[in-house]
């Protein structure tokens, strides 16, 4: 029985599958967006979210902290740079998932994991232009 064991092994060791997710996470952290397995990017969300949350505090121990992690220094300094100022505003919800298909190899659901507000599709104003509206001539 599987009760009350919420983290996902990803059927690998302790060691191993602290690295996969520290070198996720830090891909994550300098590409804003990275295509990997759905099982994967549902256990990097619940890796990654803390970091960011911590990365709010900008003192020497919080980017310590997020060093133990990550273990990727520019991964870190990227993290507490002006760019994730939006980052910092957000409550909360850093990540968002979406699906893509299926590996061709082995059939495992593949998706997109990124920063919610590195994306320009979802986070642009759309400007909705007016369509003016013409009437045919009138006949005599």
């Known amino acids: 029985m599987n009760h009350r064991n919420k983290n996902n092994h990803l059927g690998r ?9 520290s070198n ?5 952290i300098k590409e804003k967006r990275i295509f990997t397995t759905l099982a994967k990017a549902k256990a990097l969300k619940k890796y990654v979210e803390p970091i960011i949350r911590k990365s709010k505090i900008h003192t ?5 902290n997020i060093f133990s992690y ?4 520019t ?11 939006k980052v910092r505003i957000r409550p909360g919800g850093y990540t968002r998932i ?5 590996r061709i190899g082995d ?4 998706s997109f994991i ?10 642009s104003k759309k400007i909705i232009k007016k369509s003016v509206r013409r009437s045919r001539k009138k006949t005599d």
């Open 13 to 21: 060791k302790y060691g191993h599958r602290k690295s996969v997710l």
């Open 24 to 28: 996720l996470a830090s891909s994550l």
């Open 60 to 64: 020497t121990h919080s980017k310590r």
């Open 70 to 73: 990550l273990k990727d220094k």
């Open 75 to 85: 991964a870190v300094s990227e993290l507490f740079k002006n760019i994730f100022d």
């Open 98 to 102: 979406i699906k893509t298909g299926f």
């Open 107 to 110: 059939q495992a659901s593949l």
């Open 114 to 123: 990124e920063l919610v507000d590195f994306n320009e599709i979802y986070t």
